[in-house]
């Protein structure tokens, strides 16, 4: 496969090769996912017509945004007519009801992934939104999943004009080389490898241009059908769906505030050796072009590699579950898109490998009152305290379905299947006003954690290394701040040991549910064993004595 780099004349020599090829697979340092690009792709036929030099660009944009829109209208208007007709006569509670909503989910799904990937842009950015929010049908989730993966890059002219308009006409004064080719595409921006004239190698994230006038109108249109579907049938309320939507993509699209988020990513783990956040070069940032240090290293999800580095898989989901409840339950401050792509695992560091962080567009800044709240129902949930954790499910507006713990203990047999059975039953409407009551910071939290599990499960780790994880970071998010200017240095010691030994406890517990779980499952394996054996005794005597 020949790779195209763009070289600028120079008196020194370079040579710059590209690490990263198209494929599936392929990680990069970048966070997003290099799709194989095919020019001759009948999907992209009238885009390369409307890009031609004899239209203007507005009417691109018109053209453009009438066929979106159309398409975006028919197709949720198919959707909803299909829910509302395919189920219509049959009692919720009925077996035939969940089969077929099961049916008409799946067929949904299809039709707005095939929406997504026809579209493109935010439409593909929504799609992976649904797909990462754990509330959503596992039909959705699934099917939507595809596109995280699935993006064309734009052509290297389009870059260009996009580098020169924001960085200045002489490029050649800033690199050596830019590789044409890009080594990642995502949905609203892609990546260049490039090498400054210092010889530093750098990774540039340029944004498609045009995309501020689409988000506008594509996320306006979003919004509107909401408001039909809601107008047509007041059960599917959607507009706290896109009004998250919106917020995420608007700050993803200002790469200044994302490099802000990076600096401030980087100063809260500035002692952790395990994290590696890139660096920003600021005289070659812009709110659409964001130069970054270029990092080596693969998806965190890539086991394979893992093994051959001889990286323990396990141990890398413990690390990553740690740094993420340290964002959660100590710095309030949450990276809201951790995929595979935005996570590499560096077979660099003090511990034989290390984790770097990409992507910062999407933060959230948990509220004080929140992140304490939170670090309490964690604490709540492992010790069993059921009064604790009512309270708090009300605060959160989850009282209704709150658990008496993660695990499902404390809760009779009667009460799982009556919690069951209530789930089952929920209408559209019930799942609406749900999620309309939750903090915003609940749903981005729900959000990360599901995709948290989606990793851990890949690296074959057990869900206790998530428990102990969040365990132990709740209880350092509720100890006092030590500040070395006014505290004593025996009252930061004797707070830590408080900590400490509150984790144990809480570690203890962890460990005493999990021996009753083990037992629990040598009890049912030894009763089926002896059925069997007992079975087996008496059919060697039925056959005896027949004999």
């Known amino acids: 496969m020949r790779t195209g780099i763009f070289k600028f004349p120079a008196k020194a020599k370079t040579r710059l090769y590209l690490v990263a090829c198209a494929g599936a697979g392929t990680a990069t340092a970048t966070g997003i996912s290099l799709a194989a690009f095919n020019p001759n792709s009948p999907s992209l036929s009238y885009d390369s017509f409307l890009r031609s030099s004899i239209f203007p660009e507005k009417i691109q944009t018109a053209f453009h945004g009438v066929i979106r829109s159309s398409r975006a209208i028919y197709t949720i208007a198919y959707t909803v007519v299909d829910y509302k007709y395919s189920l219509h006569g049959l009692p919720v509670d009925s077996h035939e009801y969940l089969q077929k909503l099961s049916e008409v989910h799946s067929r949904s799904a299809k039709r707005i992934r095939n929406l997504c990937e026809a579209n493109k842009g935010f439409y593909v950015k929504a799609g992976q939104f649904v797909a990462a929010l754990p509330q959503v049908p596992k039909e959705y989730s699934s099917t939507l999943s595809s596109l995280q993966d699935q993006t064309a890059p734009c052509d290297f002219k389009a870059i260009k004009k996009v580098l020169i308009s924001n960085l200045g006409q002489d490029l050649s004064g800033i690199f050596l080389s830019l590789d044409e080719r890009p080594i990642a595409a995502a949905s609203i921006a892609q990546v260049h490898r490039g090498t400054l004239k210092d010889q530093q190698e750098v990774a540039i994230k340029v944004q498609y241009p045009g995309l501020e006038n689409q988000m506008k109108l594509d996320t306006s249109i979003m919004s509107f059908l909401s408001k039909c579907t809601e107008w047509f049938f007041p059960e599917y309320r959607f507009e706290w769906l896109v009004s998250e939507f919106v917020e995420a993509i608007s700050f993803e699209l200002d790469f200044i505030q994302e490099a802000r988020n ?36 693969r998806k965190v999800d890539a086991v394979e590699f893992l093994k051959e580095m001889g990286i323990n898989p396990i141990k890398v989901a413990k690390a990553l579950v740690e740094v993420y409840a340290e964002m959660i339950f100590i710095h309030g401050f949450v990276h809201g898109d951790p995929h595979p792509g935005n996570i590499l695992v560096s077979p660099e560091g003090r511990y034989g490998f290390s984790l770097v962080l990409l992507d910062h567009g999407i ?17 709540a949930l492992i010790l069993l305290d059921s009064k604790k954790i009512q309270q708090l499910g009300e605060c959160f507006g989850v009282g209704k379905y709150a658990s008496k713990s993660p695990l499902g203990r404390g809760m009779s047999s009667d009460e799982k299947r009556n919690l069951k059975q209530e789930l089952g039953s929920l209408q559209m409407e019930d799942i609406s006003s749900f999620m309309e009551s939750l903090p915003p910071e609940f749903l981005v939290i729900l959000r990360t954690d599901g995709l948290l599990r989606s990793i851990l499960r890949k690296l074959g780790a057990s869900q206790r290394v998530r428990l102990l994880a969040y365990a132990k970071y709740a209880l350092y998010g509720l100890s006092p701040r030590s500040n ?40 049912r394996l030894l009763y089926t064993l002896t059925e069997r054996f007992v079975g087996g005794i008496r059919s060697i005597l039925t056959l005896s004595l027949s004999n």
Not at 363 to 379: I, N, S, T, V
Not at 495 to 521: A, D, Q
Request: aromatic share 12%; proline share 3%; hydrophobic share 40%.
């Open 262 to 297: 990076s600096e401030r990513t980087a100063k809260n783990f500035k002692s952790n050796d395990m994290v590696r956040v890139p660096h920003i070069f600021w005289e070659l940032t812009t709110r659409q072009v964001l130069t970054m240090e270029f990092c080596r290293g």
């Open 363 to 379: 933060y959230k800044q948990l509220d004080e009152g929140f992140r304490l709240d939170y670090c309490e129902l964690w604490k």
């Open 484 to 523: 070395p200017q006014s505290d004593f240095p025996i009252k930061a010691v004797l707070s830590r040991l408080k900590t400490n030994i509150s984790y144990l406890h809480l570690r203890l517990v962890l460990e005493v549910l999990e021996l009753l779980s083990w037992m629990g499952k040598i009890r």
